[in-house]
Structure formats: structure tokens, C-alpha cells
């Protein structure tokens, strides 16, 4: 409570926020703590509003994009947590380039559900825990896409998240209704290239 859930009841819908949850929530899942559900709680009390904010400006038919808030908690759901926690289903992707017969096992148990955005069979069994040489892509990776995602939108390259669909809901598939155009599904998928290449 003292160092992880009081500083962060401060935090508002800026770049600096979405660049900081999911670096925060990646740090605590590598040392084996279920990351969303210790900070889940405090962001989804501070995001969900602006969330339902954009669904309410999008069903007025506000064409204004900059009316919109750029981050909510679905924001993060669908360009953030691709695959789960920390994109991961970018290094299933990367271990699917580099080395499919090493990862054969491994992929036929963690593919599956790391599609519906559910990965701790990826988590645990390559492991990702307390594992050095994949601190940097798994910590740093959600905060750089984050980042990239909330500029997109703040640009106004890509229409601001108006629906809210369940987070299992796949990539590329989420980007696209979350956002009510083809340019989520765009986003997703060069947020997927850039990941995959921070993993190989």
C-alpha cells in the first residue's frame, strides 16, 4: 500500500501515466506478482471513467477527436496487453521466428491462450520470473508501445478508444472495435512488429 498503491492514486490520464502503469505492472510480474491484480484495481478507479466519457461523446456522434480522452483502461486492454501482461504474445511471435523446433513444446501449450490475451503458461514456463536476459524486453516493451499508442491517438492518427470489448478479445480483432476503425487494427499490428523485434 505504502510504495506501490498510494503514488499511484495520484496519476491521471497523461503520457507520463501511460508510459509508467505498464512499466510498473511488467516490474512486479518478474518477480512473480500477478502485476494487474495488485495495480488493476487503483488504475481501472482512475481510467474507467474517461473510458465511459468516449463512449458517451462517440454515441453523440462527437467527430471532435481531441474532445476525447486518449487514455483508459481500454486503451491499455487492447495496445498494451496484447497477449497478456507485457505483450507477450510478441515473444510468442519471436520464438515462433527464431526458433520454432526449441519452442515446439512451449508454443503448443502457451499459443493457444496467449492469443485470448492469457499468458501466464508463457509467464511461468519459459520463465519470465526472476529470468535476466528477458528483464529488459518484458519490463521496457509495454511502456515503449504505450507510449507509442497514446501518441498515435493524441496525433489523431488513429481514432481514440470508444467501446469496450472483454480483454480476451485477440489482437488486431480488439484494435479494430475498440476504436470503430480499421487504423486500431493498424496500431496493433506495428505495435506487434515493434515488440517482436525488441524480443528477437
Avoid at 488486431?172 to 515493434?194: D, E, H, K, N, W
Wanted: glycine share 8%.
Amino acid at each position: 500500500n505504502k510504495f506501490i498503491s498510494a503514488p499511484l492514486q495520484g496519476l491521471t490520464g497523461n503520457l507520463a501515466t501511460a508510459v509508467l502503469v505498464p512499466f510498473i505492472i511488467a516490474f512486479l510480474w518478474f518477480f512473480g506478482i500477478h502485476g494487474n491484480n495488485i495495480v488493476g484495481p487503483i488504475i481501472g478507479a482512475v481510467l474507467v471513467q474517461p473510458g465511459m466519457q468516449n463512449i458517451e461523446l462517440y454515441a453523440q456522434g462527437v467527430t471532435d477527436w481531441s474532445q476525447y480522452n486518449v487514455l483508459t483502461n481500454q486503451f491499455l486492454y487492447s495496445f498494451v496487453y496484447m497477449g497478456g501482461s507485457a505483450c507477450t504474445i510478441a515473444l510468442l511471435i519471436a520464438m515462433f521466428i527464431t526458433n520454432r523446433r526449441r519452442h515446439k513444446v512451449l508454443l503448443s501449450l502457451a499459443g493457444p491462450t496467449g492469443i485470448f490475451n492469457i499468458n501466464e503458461p508463457l509467464i511461468f514456463g519459459f520463465p519470465i520470473v526472476l529470468n535476466p536476459m528477458l528483464f529488459i524486453p518484458f519490463v521496457f516493451g509495454p511502456a515503449i508501445i504505450s507510449c507509442i499508442s497514446y501518441l498515435a491517438i493524441d496525433f489523431g492518427l488513429v481514432h481514440p478508444v470508444v467501446a469496450n470489448v472483454p480483454w480476451t478479445t485477440p489482437p488486431i480483432i480488439s484494435g479494430y472495435l475498440v476504436t470503430g476503425s480499421i487504423r486500431g487494427a493498424l496500431l496493433q499490428l506495428v505495435l506487434l512488429v515493434t515488440v517482436t523485434l525488441i524480443w528477437i
